[in-house]
Protein backbone atom coordinates (compact mmCIF):
# COMPACT_ATOMS: atom_id res chain seq x y z
CA UNK A 1 0.00 0.00 0.00
CA UNK A 2 2.87 2.35 0.72
CA UNK A 3 4.35 1.88 -2.79
CA UNK A 4 1.03 3.70 -4.28
CA UNK A 5 2.20 6.65 -2.27
CA UNK A 6 6.09 6.80 -3.57
CA UNK A 7 6.02 5.14 -6.62
CA UNK A 8 6.84 7.90 -9.19
CA UNK A 9 6.51 8.14 -13.46
CA UNK A 10 9.04 10.71 -14.57
CA UNK A 11 9.12 12.76 -11.53
CA UNK A 12 5.58 12.77 -10.43
CA UNK A 13 3.89 10.48 -8.01
CA UNK A 14 1.48 8.19 -9.48
CA UNK A 15 -1.38 9.42 -7.33
CA UNK A 16 -0.58 12.82 -8.11
CA UNK A 17 -0.77 11.81 -11.86
CA UNK A 18 -4.50 10.18 -10.99
CA UNK A 19 -5.75 13.08 -8.86
CA UNK A 20 -5.17 15.11 -11.86
CA UNK A 21 -6.79 13.29 -14.60
CA UNK A 22 -9.50 13.06 -11.91
CA UNK A 23 -9.77 16.99 -11.83
CA UNK A 24 -9.66 17.42 -15.38
CA UNK A 25 -12.42 14.80 -16.28
CA UNK A 26 -14.44 16.44 -13.15
CA UNK A 27 -13.91 19.94 -14.81
CA UNK A 28 -14.87 19.27 -17.96
CA UNK A 29 -17.81 17.41 -17.03
CA UNK A 30 -19.12 19.93 -14.80
CA UNK A 31 -18.37 22.91 -17.85
CA UNK A 32 -20.44 20.32 -20.46
CA UNK A 33 -23.08 20.28 -17.58
CA UNK A 34 -23.12 24.32 -17.44
CA UNK A 35 -23.59 24.39 -21.04
CA UNK A 36 -26.41 21.78 -21.02
CA UNK A 37 -28.23 23.79 -18.50
CA UNK A 38 -27.75 26.68 -20.11
CA UNK A 39 -29.45 25.69 -23.36
CA UNK A 40 -32.40 24.21 -21.03
CA UNK A 41 -32.35 27.79 -19.63
CA UNK A 42 -33.11 29.44 -22.82
CA UNK A 43 -35.54 26.90 -24.51
CA UNK A 44 -37.40 27.09 -21.10
CA UNK A 45 -37.19 31.10 -22.11
CA UNK A 46 -38.39 30.67 -25.22
CA UNK A 47 -41.30 28.47 -24.58
CA UNK A 48 -42.64 30.90 -21.43
CA UNK A 49 -42.38 33.56 -24.42
CA UNK A 50 -44.45 31.88 -26.47
CA UNK A 51 -46.93 30.86 -23.55
CA UNK A 52 -47.31 34.74 -22.47
CA UNK A 53 -48.05 35.49 -26.69
CA UNK A 54 -50.35 32.89 -26.94
CA UNK A 55 -51.91 34.21 -23.27
CA UNK A 56 -52.17 37.75 -25.18
CA UNK A 57 -53.37 36.89 -28.30
CA UNK A 58 -56.28 34.62 -26.13
CA UNK A 59 -57.01 37.82 -24.15
CA UNK A 60 -57.72 39.59 -27.52
CA UNK A 61 -59.96 37.01 -29.18
CA UNK A 62 -61.73 36.52 -26.32
CA UNK A 63 -62.49 40.35 -26.39
CA UNK A 64 -63.43 39.99 -30.09
CA UNK A 65 -65.92 37.38 -29.11
CA UNK A 66 -67.18 39.89 -26.39
CA UNK A 67 -68.21 42.46 -29.06
CA UNK A 68 -69.31 40.27 -31.57
CA UNK A 69 -72.27 38.79 -28.84
CA UNK A 70 -73.49 41.96 -27.93
CA UNK A 71 -77.18 41.52 -27.69
CA UNK A 72 -77.82 45.22 -29.44
CA UNK A 73 -75.07 44.61 -32.22
CA UNK A 74 -77.04 41.15 -32.78
CA UNK A 75 -80.38 42.65 -32.87
CA UNK A 76 -79.48 45.07 -35.23
CA UNK A 77 -77.75 42.85 -37.92
CA UNK A 78 -80.84 40.31 -37.37
CA UNK A 79 -82.86 43.90 -38.74
CA UNK A 80 -81.16 44.58 -40.80
CA UNK A 81 -80.10 41.37 -42.40
CA UNK A 82 -83.20 39.00 -41.85
CA UNK A 83 -86.12 41.31 -40.88
CA UNK A 84 -86.44 39.66 -37.67
CA UNK A 85 -88.29 41.67 -34.89
CA UNK A 86 -88.97 40.68 -31.50
CA UNK A 87 -91.71 38.32 -30.70
CA UNK A 88 -95.03 39.85 -30.23
CA UNK A 89 -98.06 38.41 -27.95
CA UNK A 90 -100.29 37.35 -30.85
CA UNK A 91 -96.78 34.82 -32.11
CA UNK A 92 -96.38 32.89 -28.51
CA UNK A 93 -97.68 29.40 -28.07
CA UNK A 94 -98.80 27.79 -25.06
CA UNK A 95 -98.63 24.20 -24.65
CA UNK A 96 -102.08 23.59 -25.39
CA UNK A 97 -101.72 25.15 -28.89
CA UNK A 98 -98.96 23.35 -29.87
CA UNK A 99 -100.45 20.87 -32.00
CA UNK A 100 -101.99 23.72 -34.01
CA UNK A 101 -99.12 25.47 -34.73
CA UNK A 102 -97.37 22.43 -35.34
CA UNK A 103 -100.10 21.42 -37.88
CA UNK A 104 -101.04 18.40 -36.55
CA UNK A 105 -104.26 17.18 -35.15
CA UNK A 106 -104.20 16.00 -31.71
CA UNK A 107 -104.54 12.00 -31.10
CA UNK A 108 -107.51 11.27 -28.86
CA UNK A 109 -105.45 10.09 -25.65
CA UNK A 110 -106.12 6.00 -24.87
CA UNK A 111 -107.31 4.82 -21.02
CA UNK A 112 -104.70 2.77 -19.57
CA UNK A 113 -105.95 0.09 -16.92
CA UNK A 114 -104.26 0.02 -13.57
CA UNK A 115 -104.05 -3.19 -11.74
CA UNK A 116 -106.14 -1.69 -9.38
CA UNK A 117 -108.93 -1.91 -11.44
CA UNK A 118 -109.03 2.32 -12.13
CA UNK A 119 -108.71 3.66 -14.83
CA UNK A 120 -106.34 6.51 -15.63
CA UNK A 121 -106.15 9.07 -18.16
Sequence with gaps: MSNIFTH???GFR???????????VLAVSVN???VLAGRERNAIGQ???????????IRLLEAEVA?????????RLSRAYLA??????????TV??????A???????????STVGVTVP
Design 8 to 10: RIR
Design 14 to 24: TLNIVFGATLL
Design 32 to 34: FAK
Design 47 to 57: VEASISKEKAR
Design 67 to 75: HLEQPERLE
Design 84 to 93: MAPVTMKQEA
Design 96 to 101: ETLPEV
Design 103 to 113: GVQPQPQALTV
